[in-house]
């Protein structure tokens, strides 16, 4: 079923920890991002990938890095967590037509 | 560059009355415009899409949207609210045939009251 994957669903970690949160996508879209999200509060871009090797960075800073390696695959690392990087994570795809479909969101937190 | 803008944090309306979210837009050329609805604690979901056509677009939940061109706007509304659809209302756009990302308004959180 065409669909897009986030995991974990929920996570919480230690100060100091590398962590990657994983998201694929079965729809074949060319484009993947990353949005932050406080609860109840705006999104904010972090990540974007037009396809295959391309990836940029986002409207907010963040320390976070990813990599597109294949077309549905698009997963953040976090080198070296902080409780600051608490917040809920979400990953998104879209096709040409620009409606992005989202996963479930990864809400992580940085004890 | 694109913006989104959602004027209102906070609507709240009561059970049975029609609900208005509004959202306008700034975008070059021509938009494709978006909602999306996110419960507590859920991914956001999407509820509807205007492409071309008709200015008045219809989505899931008996929701709709009103395209306006001339006031750049894409109010989201509802004849007749639910309790169940208190919920955070974003709204969203993209340049047709644009490469470019989505970008959010700051979003609506709606409260309908019993």
């Known amino acids: 079923e065409a669909d897009i994957y986030q995991t974990p669903r929920y996570l919480v970690i230690g100060t100091g920890k590398k962590i990657t949160l994983e998201c694929s996508q079965t729809?074949?879209?060319?484009?993947m991002y990353w949005y932050q999200q406080d609860p109840g509060m705006e999104l904010h871009l972090i990540h974007y990938?037009?396809?295959?090797?391309?990836?940029e960075k986002g409207d907010l800073s963040s320390e976070s890095t990813v990599s597109r390696i294949r077309t549905e695959h698009f997963p953040l690392t976090l080198e070296s967590a902080r409780p600051s990087h608490t917040s809920q994570y979400l990953c998104?795809?879209?096709?040409?037509?620009?409606?992005?479909?989202f996963g479930q969101g990864t809400r992580l937190t940085v004890v | 560059a694109q913006s989104v803008a959602q004027p209102e944090d906070q609507v709240n309306v009561a059970e049975g009355n029609p609900l208005t979210v509004k959202c306008t837009y700034s975008?070059?050329?021509?938009?494709?415009l978006f909602w999306y609805v996110q419960y507590p604690n859920r991914g956001l979901q999407f509820l509807l899409k205007y492409i071309t056509g008709d200015n008045l677009v219809k989505g899931s939940y008996g929701f709709e949207a009103e395209f306006n061109k001339s006031q750049t706007s894409f109010h989201l509304k509802k004849p007749s609210a639910l309790v169940s659809d208190s919920a955070l209302y974003f709204c969203?756009?993209?340049?047709?045939?644009?490469?470019?990302?989505?970008?959010f308004g700051s979003g609506t959180q709606l409260t309908v009251l019993p």
């Open positions: 969203a756009v993209i340049p047709m045939g644009s490469a470019r990302q989505l970008t």
């Open positions: 729809m074949g879209h060319d484009k």
């Open positions: 975008v070059s050329g021509n938009p494709y």
């Open positions: 990938s037009y396809g295959v090797n391309s990836t």
């Open positions: 998104a795809s879209s096709d040409t037509g620009g409606g992005a479909f």
